[in-house]
């Protein structure tokens, strides 16, 4: 294998169950602990990154930097480059929003369409409002448009140039990306060859390696290392997010 996905280990509003998108928020405890696995079962998989890729936001890159302090004990040093529109998706308006509490307030059918549809960006955020991101310094020397709300298919158009970067690094040296639920998305999307209809029920777990091997002809897919009942639980946490239960999913 030579290109590996980590989404970020679980962060303090995933824990909350909040909406995020590129509300910059650390890790949990637990998200730690996850980012610290994932570098063991990379060494233990005999996945050695020559270069790594973050979002601009603080979750992907302390996942990646507890990633690196297992590489670092072997002497194994390597670059890691910060790309924001490897960032998750926007969710405009949504973000800071209780995930249950907005499926309460906005019916469980609509939630579940601003969060997995393919092409139906929820509410936007208001224009310099504090989920512009014109208004914060993480991205004044970023001269694109950035969002105020995006679905996925605009998570698709905009992570596809880095995307097409890393698939051709990835022929040549083997590539560690760490980011977002939606980011990774996107390009499993692509890399899988999915229809808009398939991208759909696809759910990413956090802090668990995804993993592939590039080469000019060819792409495979191998699949997530690790435990596969501890892999399908931490999917399915994802899935239940907004679903209205006796439980908070």
Same mark, same amino acid.
């Given at each position: ?6 989404? /970020? !280990? ?6 909350? @169950? ?51 302090? @297992? ?10 480059? #910060?790309?924001?529109?490897? @960032?998750?998706? /926007?969710? !405009?308006?949504?973000?800071?929003? &209780?995930? *249950? ?28 409002? +504090? ?22 298919? %605009?998570? +698709? ?11 051709? *690094?990835?022929?040549?040296?083997? +590539?560690? +990306? ?17 229809? %808009? #209809? ?20 060819? *792409?495979?897919?191998? !699949?997530?290392?690790? &435990? ?22």
């Amino acid at each position: 294998m030579n290109l590996v996905f980590i989404r /970020h !280990g679980q962060s303090l509003w995933n824990l909350e @169950n909040k909406f995020t998108g590129w509300v910059d928020i650390d890790l949990s405890e637990r998200g730690e602990v996850e980012a610290k696995a994932a570098g063991v079962t990379l060494i233990d998989n005999n996945f050695y990154p020559e270069i790594c890729f973050t979002s601009y936001l603080k979750r992907s890159i302390n996942t990646a930097a507890y990633i690196t302090e @297992n590489y670092k004990n072997m002497n194994i040093t390597f670059a890691i480059k #910060k790309k924001w529109e490897l @960032n998750e998706r /926007h969710y !405009g308006a949504l973000q800071g929003l &209780d995930k *249950i509490e907005t499926a309460k307030k906005y019916g469980q059918e609509q939630v579940q369409i601003w969060r997995r549809s393919f092409d139906t960006p929820p509410p936007l955020a208001e224009l310099n409002s +504090v989920h512009d991101p014109k208004t914060q310094k993480l991205y004044n020397n970023i001269e694109s448009e950035l969002p105020l709300g995006e679905s996925l298919k %605009d998570v +698709v158009l905009r992570v596809r140039k880095t995307y097409e970067k890393i698939l051709a *690094i990835a022929k040549e040296k083997s +590539v560690l +990306v760490v980011a977002h639920g939606n980011s990774i998305r996107a390009m499993v999307k692509m890399l899988d060859n999915l229809s %808009d #209809k398939g991208i759909v029920d696809v759910n990413i777990p956090t802090g668990i390696p995804l993993a592939y091997n590039i080469s000019d002809n060819n *792409i495979e897919k191998i !699949g997530y290392l690790g &435990d596969e009942k501890a892999i399908k639980n931490l999917a399915k946490e994802v899935e239940m997010q907004s679903k209205i239960t006796d439980k908070k999913g």
